[in-house]
């Protein structure tokens, strides 16, 4: 019996196309001799919906299309994700969702030969035949699932039943004779931390208690590095904890599709990496196609005689190529048909160089125009690395200088100066940003709205982070491309680019520093060059570090930051090297704590630019948007930061604290 | 035995001043002879902190303010809501929360006499003495509670055992002997959508059935109009539940707080309406200061004796209220002690005059600039207006016009279109659009920061939703104090200034439509003013109408609308006059078509603007912002509705049905 795990490209919104493909990948299965065909989760609709799942219109819309693909599982059978809404005139009355709204499933759907598929033990409790409601709703990061969804778990507890009862699996005619098929919704393999009865929720184990012959996982499973590591290890896990009940795993089926889908603040991209794992939970095969449609055809038998070993491939180029993904995700969210155009604010600095060649790469030099908006303070250096760059890009530039219009600004808020006092220094900034509005607004956004064109964001994560951007001015835009890249991995994204995708110097190595972070004097070195003699007051590579540790998983806090310090442990906890700390300053103990309260302020300070920030393509394991959700709140200091604090003052050097190899 | 009910104000982020607040109302507490203080739900912290919870040293600093609370405590009985996290070195080993966090309950705590109080029954499951986890969880709109905390349902999962034996009332000595005190958090009471064995999981009914002599709702429970009314059913419905289970009610008490609190995109309000029920499920006391701190003392003997009506006021003067309480809680999210101040862009129209009556009321006249910015387009009678409006209210008025920028930037652009072709339409839209940006960016978010003020947000709900306002022109500002309300109810609202806080025409009538939104030929109907003769290309009354419904609970879609049409109940349903239809053409099939795409149409495609856009001060049961989410996602015309628009497209007249009665 040969499993065929279809791999598609899911275009959220576009039903239509979606069951095209699908029925495409179905023959294309058939004629590869396939009797089961995989696919994702909700890949009939998309899964990163929003609020459009409260639309039972819209649901009961999606569920009229299971109609076309019962047609085409004659002769074979099918597993694909679709909602379910339990029908309010069931026998049993209204079922209400946890919001009170009918009750809407997140399923598996199971059809065979026309049909819905039959459980091998019937079970009632509004779950029909065919039909697998997921059993664990994530409701972290970027996930509402608990927000939509009823699970098979809520189900067990409405009728007091084991959920391990409900976990039957589905009974299938092979021409191996009949097997007991288990099927799973993507979270409900990564149970380790929903809990019942001391244990995690393992449905993979409840289908095998129920006789499943083997298991499928229908995903949509978001890219993140080294994800698919994870996943091998979490197979591990539920094989071991299987083996405790003195059961044997069986053989495991993983599809998830690919493209990109997203929430409005954040453009989320899925990689496929669709796989099968043998009786020893060991992998023996992976689509080698990540991010594409692909079509894997397995022999079921055979799985336990082969094994492979993952691809790999570096993080940086996986961030590029979830990057292009999710830029190729903007003619889908508009229902486009042509490639999009853009315009790119280029200023000759690293990070709008790294945009415009992203942008490129993504749709075409054609669909390209950069922009250079030079005022008094901007270095023949930038204008010609600009000109350079979009030249080697092979794009449409424009030179647009803008002292005309900041002449003119200056000129209304000199009158309004005269009978509105403010600080010398208010004003100065105030002056700073106006430029970056008249770029941001008055230039971009209407070259944009005037030729048919989207202006992008090209903020990093770091300015993103501690707000260093002007508000209608560099935080506009339609995507922020970069916007989940520290400064560090944009230097090597850079580089990447140079190295593997252009193999010339496209981008130029001027705008790369060595590798404590330093500039030669011919070099451009980060500016928003808005006055005079401006470098960008960030610690590179130190804060890259820092910002990666407050929105890691631990959500690392400064008293956390200080204790390292203490301890002389901080840059093997941040994975820096000493001279980095060394030439940043930060051994000397009070540097290193006004460094670290103006981080941390600043990242606080910010949250008003990010509520009004473009969506931001999601490359790291937290990007802000709606992954991050922040209030706006004030800065409160806890007695016990506080107390910290005095005690890193109290320091005499932070290098004393490292000879004594962190002991106190 | 007195019971006093805190509804205090709680500051979100500011744990000292909350802590002062609680000791000082204790005091006053204790002064009445009052035995059992109840405070709101998480009262040290605020509720909505969204990710703030993920930050688990925050929660232990959180934590180590019960000290102060457990030595205020002697001599009496405290609840209130605080954090409670799992010790990781708890003999069970670590136990996960469901993200895989350690395990977090948002509590009631309870003490008694300086010492955490002993449930009446001991339960064991890391539920210590004096910590009651919240059991439901609400995760709909904008809350987010199933991504923070565990429950204590989940808890009941974890250790397989029934929830109901872990609802156990707390023993505590008073005057009248010992009793049984139930308590419970928030979403508890509103229990009817939450199922477990085919019931509610009625938190009230277990802890009755455990003994419970009375019982204790701390919430923190944002104000939507008409809630107090909800609340009161939601206690019959406990009440009925309980009887039919052979179970007497029990007196109910309900703290809530006031004050403000925000989760990015929205600014949620409190009303407090701390109340008490008796025996029979009827109110018997509510707090007669909506918004305020407020005391309620209650002697738990009588508390059969009275009942108590409840007052009542207009929606419209509620949510006056609600946004004047939203407006002062920006100095606390700053975390400012003086007033914030503000400017206003005041075109002259009934929108932006309105919301300088707000924030003049909210703060004061001194805080408040108001800035005209005239263009060629705008008319003698707006710019007036303007003025006469600023007059009566007593704040400083700018006028600043725009031509000079218009023309200069007309002078960029001219040469620009000389090598960037596009159509005609495409440039009059950018002429349009290049005034409201010279107005939002470059002098209002120039003023705000060259001066050290805010601006506002002027947008009502529908030009919200419909995307009637320029990116980076008046999409932006600070907050969006009327950004949830219709446009009716904007005209409402200025009625209600006039007449009943002004008392005298402040905001000139001449802004105010008749009972079918026309307005007379010296009025000044709703315009942009971006060209000559434009006037807004919405149907109020109508739309305002359509907005509700698609924003409703019920998410009215646009096939609903039309299989109204088609029974003759549109103004039924919609609840406006039928004249209202006539004056907009409605009644004509085809116009009604039109109009109805268009308008479904413009609300999705505006997506991209609302991510850009400021908070919204929450009014309705369905706000845009981070109540409503929603990705950007392409259109979508079902099968069914494409049907469904043929046959509405096919009737005679609109009348017709109309006159049959809805029949078909």
Request: glycine share 6%.
């Amino acid at each position: 019996m040969k499993i065929a795990l279809a791999q598609m490209h899911v275009v959220p919104m576009n039903p239509e196309k979606n069951l095209e493909t699908m029925l495409n990948m179905i023959e294309s299965a058939r004629q590869q001799n396939a009797e089961i065909v995989v696919f994702p989760e909700l890949c009939l609709s998309g899964y990163l919906l929003s609020d459009q799942w409260l639309n039972r219109q819209f649901c009961r819309d999606l569920m009229h299309l299971n109609a076309p693909l019962l047609e085409a599982s004659k002769g074979l059978t099918l597993v694909f994700g679709n909602i379910y809404e339990v029908p309010a005139t069931d026998s049993g009355g209204f079922h209400p969702n946890k919001d009170g709204r009918t009750r809407l499933y997140n399923a598996a759907y199971v059809m065979h030969d026309g049909a819905y598929a039959q459980r091998s033990e019937s079970v009632d409790f509004l779950l029909p035949d065919g039909v697998h409601p997921k059993t664990l709703l994530p409701n972290y990061r970027f996930f509402d699932d608990q927000r939509y969804f009823f699970s098979l778990a809520d189900v067990a507890q409405d009728f007091s039943v084991p959920v391990s009862s409900l976990a039957q699996p589905f009974l299938i005619d092979t021409s191996d004779g009949p097997i007991k098929l288990g099927v799973q919704v993507c979270e409900d393999l990564w149970c380790k931390d929903y809990r019942i009865q001391g244990e995690s929720i393992n449905v993979s184990k409840y289908l095998i208690q129920n006789g499943a012959d083997l298991l499928v996982n229908i995903s949509a499973s978001p890219w993140t590095f080294h994800k698919n590591d994870a996943r091998d290890r979490r197979i591990k896990f539920l094989k071991a904890e299987i083996e405790q009940a003195d059961l044997s795993f069986v053989p495991f089926y993983y599809a998830n599709n690919v493209g990109a889908q997203n929430n409005g603040k954040n453009i989320v991209t899925f990689d496929g990496d669709s796989s099968a794992y043998n009786r020893k939970g060991e992998l023996v095969r992976e689509s080698i196609k990540p991010f594409q449609q692909d079509l894997l055809v397995l022999d079921h038998q055979k799985i336990d005689k082969v094994t492979a070993q993952r691809g790999s491939s570096a993080r940086i180029a996986q961030k590029y190529h979830a990057i292009v993904t999710g830029l190729r995700h903007i003619p889908e969210l508009l229902g486009w048909q042509e490639p999009p155009k853009f315009v790119i604010g280029l200023s000759g600095g690293v990070d709008s160089a790294l945009v415009a060649a992203l942008l490129k790469q993504a749709f075409g030099a054609d669909s390209v125009w950069t922009v250079n908006m030079p005022s008094q303070y901007n270095s023949e250096k930038t204008k010609n690395a600009a000109a350079f760059i979009s030249e080697k890009l092979g794009v449409k530039h424009l030179v647009v200088p803008i002292e005309s219009l900041v002449q003119e600004q200056m000129e209304v808020f000199g009158k309004l100066d005269e009978s509105c006092p403010s600080p010398q220094w208010m004003r100065k900034l105030s002056d700073e940003n106006i430029q970056a509005k008249i770029r941001g607004t008055s230039i971009l956004s209407n070259i944009a709205g005037r030729y048919g064109r989207m202006f992008t964001n090209n903020g990093n994560k770091v300015e993103i982070a501690l707000g260093y951007a002007t508000l209608y001015g560099d935080v506009g835009g339609v995507i922020a491309p970069i916007g989940d890249l520290t400064k560090a991995e944009v230097f090597a994204m850079v580089r990447f680019l140079n190295s593997e995708i252009f193999k010339e110097e496209v981008l130029p190595e001027t705008m790369l520093p060595d590798e404590l972070f330093r500039f030669g004097s011919d070099d451009i070195a980060p500016s928003a060059e808005l006055r005079d003699a401006q470098v960008d007051p960030m610690k590179f590579g130190y804060h890259c570090a820092l910002l990666e540790a407050a929105t890691s998983f631990k959500k690392v806090t400064a008293e956390e930051v200080m204790s390292w310090y203490l301890e002389g442990t901080l840059a093997k906890h941040l994975n820096v090297a000493e001279a980095l700390l060394q030439r940043w300053g930060l051994k000397d103990p009070e540097t290193f704590i006004t460094d670290l309260e103006w981080f941390y302020e600043a990242i606080r300070k910010s949250v008003f630019k990010r509520i009004q920030a473009p969506p931001i393509i999601l490359t790291s394991p937290s990007a802000y948007g709606f992954d991050i959700r922040e209030s706006q709140l004030p800065q409160w200091q806890s007695p016990n930061y506080l107390a910290l604090k005095q005690k890193v003052l109290a320091m005499d050097s932070y290098q004393e604290r490292l000879a004594l190899g962190g002991r106190l």
